[in-house]
């Protein structure tokens, strides 16, 4: 239902934007939508393989097919509000149902789990375009907004990574945006319309991340308000749009209560979802620490939070590249003078920049900062650019000097980007995919290993999905709902000790060992043949098999 409702919000958006280009077509949007073309070719380009995978979102992409085929996700939870993940620590639910239906049509694999949120990316700098040309902003300034937002190392990385929280900030801006583009209508019926389709997906932020709860507790409060003081909203508009969030909402709501109070935190079936148990919490790792001096902890955090920015890196990989970070660094000068511009003028649109901020407050102080956790900062970071661009943007020498300048900027960062293959902890290299099936393990009785990669089960499993059910009869502590994570086997994999020379190994077997592991024990037995080598993510294997012999 999600995927149906993107693709056809995707097509309308274009439908809008060639008939309100009738009456506004001129160089400067032609240009812009060039741009906007550029952009669509830059984030389905090597969509597969860049960035390398993270395992939050590998683990979220097998849950996402589990719950499309299956109906329960890799835990067996039937139609989750929340899942409960690889160890029991959560992930948010909404990406995984939206790309779940792309799976049903096209398949399974990383292209088609990513692709979702390429078209959620795309759908909302093509509703700018449209909301900004509704505004009748001049097609100059259109332009530099275009040009700002798709070339932005940012919102081309995270548009580009399926991990279920980087769906949450285009759910607050696509929102916002309808909610914008409804004021433009004249007729009751359509701008109602668009105001509901605004105010339900702006409520979606609650199921793509859990850091979104924070945000719309100030956020949704402060846009109604905004709305209602400049005369863009009734006060029968404002109720109806409560009422729907109030229904939105509930539900999870409910589950982040009872995930937070311990004798509550149980599964339970609730109408027609499932509230999982937790079993671990990722508070310690993306919240400050409320022990002893609480004021000392917030004011570190603060200063660490200004220090990434200023720093222009969260050290991440998938989040930043070194030497050019999240934002280009000759972009803090006109992030100044938009902030100082939108506080003087506060028109409706620096209004709603200036709410953005302060709804950040509450993350800012408690939720540790990186480009992840601080997540809703960036919109509002690249409106307050693009203020700060078009305030400067006069003689024909500075626009010049300008689209130069980030030509080769974008230019820059492409060329590094799309060549970078490094893999960090907790990344999967998606070829394996092509070297397990090469190497045909599926044609074996058991799959022996001893490895230096603690993530190489979940690895396999996300990668070469099979189903939940028989993953969850396989693995350690099998169907267990208190021990979820997959140490030593699952399927036909079962770890070994390559030191162990007494252990049984069945007959028709493959045996990959960690070179780093592989003490020469292996080659000695009379019951083994070495076979070659093989790379499997970012460590070497040697390969042997069982000889007739066994």
Known sequence: MLAYGLIIIFILNIIYAVYNLKERLNAWNIVSIIGMVAFSIVLLFKLETVPTMFFDEANGMYDSWALSKYGVDSNLNSNPIYLQSFAGQGQSILYARLAGTFFKILGYNVYVYRLPLVLVSLTSIILL?????????????????????????????????GMDCNISPFMVFIGTLLLLLSTRFKVREVRLLVGILGIFILGLTAYSYSVGWMYLLIFIPGIFWVFYLSKNISVKELLLYILILLLELIPIMLFAIRSNITTLNKTVHIFIWT?????????????????????????????????????????????????????????????????????????????????GCISLIPIMLIVIPNYNHWIFVHFVVLGFITIGINEIFTSKKVQLAIIISYSILFLNFSSIYFQQRNIAVGQYDVNLIKTIKRLKTKNYKKVYFDTTDYQFLMMIRDLIPISPYEYQATKDNPNSKEILTVNSKFENYQMIDSNNMNQSIEKNSLILIDVKKDNGNLAKNKKLKKVGQDKINSETYNVYKTTDKN
Do not use: Q
């Open 129 to 161: 375009f449209n909301v900004l040309n509704a505004f009748n902003i001049k097609s100059k300034g259109i332009f530099l907004t275009i040009m700002v937002f798709c070339t932005s190392p940012w919102l081309i990385m995270v548009s580009r990574s």
């Open 275 to 355: 509230y999982p148990k937790l079993l671990s919490s990722r508070a310690s790792e993306s919240m400050i620490s409320f022990d002893g001096d609480v004021l000392h902890n917030i004011v570190k955090n603060v200063l660490d939070g200004g220090h990434m920015f200023l720093n222009n890196t969260d050290g991440l990989p998938w989040n930043s590249i070194p030497g050019i970070g999240a934002y280009y660094p000759i972009m803090l000068p006109f992030l100044v003078i938009g902030m100082l511009v939108s506080l003087y003028r506060r028109n409706l649109i620096d209004k709603l920049l200036i709410l």
